[in-house]
Structure formats: structure tokens, C-alpha cells
């Protein structure tokens, strides 16, 4: 479970690194759009737009489906809670060493004062 959770969160942010498949995601929370739509959108060829629907797919932040010769994206069910509780770890354990660090200063600017060593 924890090796899938990594591989997930591994292909969640490498999706998420690239600008335009962050815009893809953004246009569709607009609304449901294909793959010749969203190409359009973004000045790609369908080549190009078909490889970041892929990846973001592979990531499940996508899913398609086809329906004759056009194939419609929506955003995937799970969306971005997995990684935005990772985010939120992470925040809280950097949130917590600064304000250690910020403690120990204001520990050491005390000592300054109290031996009259202020500069």
C-alpha cells in the first residue's frame, strides 16, 4: 500500500510539474472537453495534446472516454485530496521546525540582553 501510495504521488507531481497539462486540468474544471477541444485551446497538434492527456491519465487525474471517433476528458474521481494531504504534512513538520528555530533565537537574543551584549 505504501509503495502504491508513492508511485501514485510520484506520477501525481510529475504530471502536475508540466504547465500545460496544469492548464488542461484547470479547463476542465470547466467542464467536460475533447481532445480536440482542448488542443485548440492550447495551439497543440492532437499528437501532443493525446501524449499529456496520457500522462495525467496514468496519474488519474484524467479519465476519457470514447465515443466514436471523438474521446472526452473529465477530471478523475479522485482529484488532488492524496496529495493535498501530503502537502499538508509537509507544511505542518516545516511550520514546526521554524517555529523551533524561531524559539532558539529568541532563546539566544535573551542571553544578548541579559549578559549586555546587545548590539
Known amino acids: 500500500m505504501v509503495q502504491y501510495q508513492h508511485a501514485r504521488l510520484d506520477a501525481s507531481f510529475a504530471?502536475?510539474?508540466d504547465q500545460t497539462?496544469?492548464?488542461v486540468l484547470e479547463q476542465l474544471t470547466l467542464g467536460n472537453a475533447s481532445i480536440s477541444e482542448l488542443a485548440s485551446k492550447f495551439?497543440?497538434?492532437l499528437t501532443g495534446m493525446k501524449k499529456h492527456v496520457g500522462v495525467?491519465?496514468?496519474a488519474g487525474?484524467?479519465?476519457t472516454e470514447k465515443a466514436g471517433r471523438?474521446?472526452?476528458c473529465r477530471l478523475g474521481r479522485s482529484?488532488?485530496?492524496d496529495e493535498a494531504a501530503w502537502i499538508e504534512t509537509q507544511r505542518q513538520l516545516w511550520s514546526a521546525r521554524f517555529a523551533e528555530l524561531?524559539?532558539?533565537?529568541e532563546e539566544l537574543k535573551a542571553e544578548e540582553t541579559a549578559d549586555g551584549r546587545t548590539r
Do not use: K, Y
Open 43 to 45: 495551439h497543440m497538434t
Open 70 to 72: 471523438v474521446r472526452t
Open 61 to 63: 487525474l484524467v479519465t
Open 15 to 17: 504530471a502536475l510539474s
Open 79 to 81: 482529484g488532488l485530496a
Open 21 to 23: 497539462r496544469r492548464g
Open 102 to 105: 524561531d524559539q532558539i533565537v
Open 56 to 58: 495525467l491519465e496514468q
